[in-house]
């Protein structure tokens, strides 16, 4: 797991407690992207959590965004999230 990953992880799993957690690191199929260029990367995220229960896709997204906060700036430009509630898998 790279150092961005970790970083992410830690944000996600402080925010969340999440059941599971996957992180991707898919940079590599965005070479010569713009975030790439900057030194961004790009992350599929899969977390499930009792804390997306009740909410909407785009409330969901919301709440990761908020809990990713200054790495949305700094280290990810791109980012794929599956966020379900435990009976949704």
Not at 29 to 44: R, S, T
Not at 59 to 64: A, E, K
Request: aromatic share 4%.
């Amino acid at each position: 797991m790279s150092d961005r990953q970790k970083r992410i992880a830690e944000c996600l799993d402080a925010a969340f407690t999440p059941q599971d957690l996957l992180i991707k690191d898919q940079s590599h199929l965005h070479a010569g992207h713009a975030g790439a260029k900057e030194g961004k990367g790009h992350f599929d995220v899969r977390i499930v959590s009792n804390a997306f229960v009740g909410k909407s896709q785009i409330q969901r997204h919301r709440l990761v965004y908020d809990a990713l906060g200054d790495l949305m700036e700094t280290e990810i430009h791109a980012l794929k999230i599956q966020a379900k509630a435990p009976d949704e898998v």
